[in-house]
């Protein structure tokens, strides 16, 4: 018996959807919003995975780390809020296993495990709504801030072979992502390029167009303004890549807020039954 024997507990299962989450303000953890609701109502009819991946905006690295402890901590990467959100815990167990398989399954690069990190609020904040009984196992998997955005959409291809064996992929970020021009004034509305700029992305994913997507540094004014760094769009990469020939893909959550901020979200796969 080989390693891969000894340390893979994820058997053949028929193939999962893969989600791409826009999660906004860490409140949405312990708010009752149309979002939070969207985000309920998409783990009701997921079917319970064996563990769950999870790459998010907020765990940026040299390399290509997968979390591989035990019991992840819950971690608050954010400050200024009410202590009612410190006080959320997410006690989901970890998974070496998962940690190891993708290990083993990414080819192109050197992925290491990390003992250290835990569940960040762009993992945590949005997974609770899917599964409040914290029962389901879960990695990170992170983003190498040395690597443009091509490399992370061929490197997500390679974890398409989870999706077979009952893990449920997630991406957590958001499509339009612009602190430095937020307006809190505008609670419900976005600017006209945000919302340009979503609904250019919007149709390319409809069209199937992922080259224009990963070029997005091409794609004009709007969505250069929309995504002045990377790390929240980078997530979206990594679900569309996951997408196959005739599979389908549907957004919900499809807003845009507070002027400079996307909540939309994307389902990769029909849900199994």
């Known amino acids: ?68 402890m035990e019991s992840p901590k819950t971690i608050h990467d954010f400050y200024g809020f009410p202590k009612s959100l410190f006080d959320v815990q997410y006690p989901a167990p970890g998974s070496p296993e998962l940690a190891t398989v993708t290990r083993q399954t990414i080819q192109s690069t050197e992925v290491a495990m990390d003992y250290e990190w835990g569940l960040d609020h762009g993992s945590w904040s949005v997974v609770r709504h899917l599964y409040p009984q914290a029962n389901i196992p879960i990695i990170q998997m992170s983003l190498d801030r040395t690597q443009p955005a091509a490399y992370h959409y061929q490197l997500a291809q390679e974890l398409n072979a ?46 199937r167009d992922h080259k224009a997507l990963v070029d997005y540094r091409l794609g004009g004014k709007e969505m250069e303004l929309s995504i ?27 807003k845009t807020i507070m002027g400079s901020i996307s909540m939309t979200s994307v389902q990769i796969g029909d849900t199994i039954t």
């Open 228 to 254: 002045p760094t990377p790390e929240h769009y980078l997530p979206l990469l990594y679900i569309l890549a996951l997408q196959e020939k005739n599979e389908t893909l549907s957004l919900f959550n499809n």
């Open 1 to 68: 018996m080989n390693l891969r024997q000894l340390t893979d507990p994820f058997k053949p299962t028929e193939k999962f959807p893969a989600l791409f989450l826009g999660h906004g303000s860490p409140m949405n953890a312990i708010e009752e919003n149309g979002f939070v609701k969207g985000w309920k109502k998409t783990g009701e009819h997921l079917p319970k995975p064996n563990a769950i991946l999870c790459i998010s905006a907020h765990w940026e690295t040299n390399g290509t780390l997968v979390t591989a």
């Open 162 to 207: 989870l999706r077979r064996r009952g893990v449920l992929i997630i991406g957590s970020g958001n499509m339009v992502h612009n602190l430095r021009v937020i307006d809190w004034k505008k609670p419900h509305e976005g600017y006209e390029w945000a919302i340009a700029a979503s609904e250019k992305m919007q149709k390319l994913m409809l069209d």
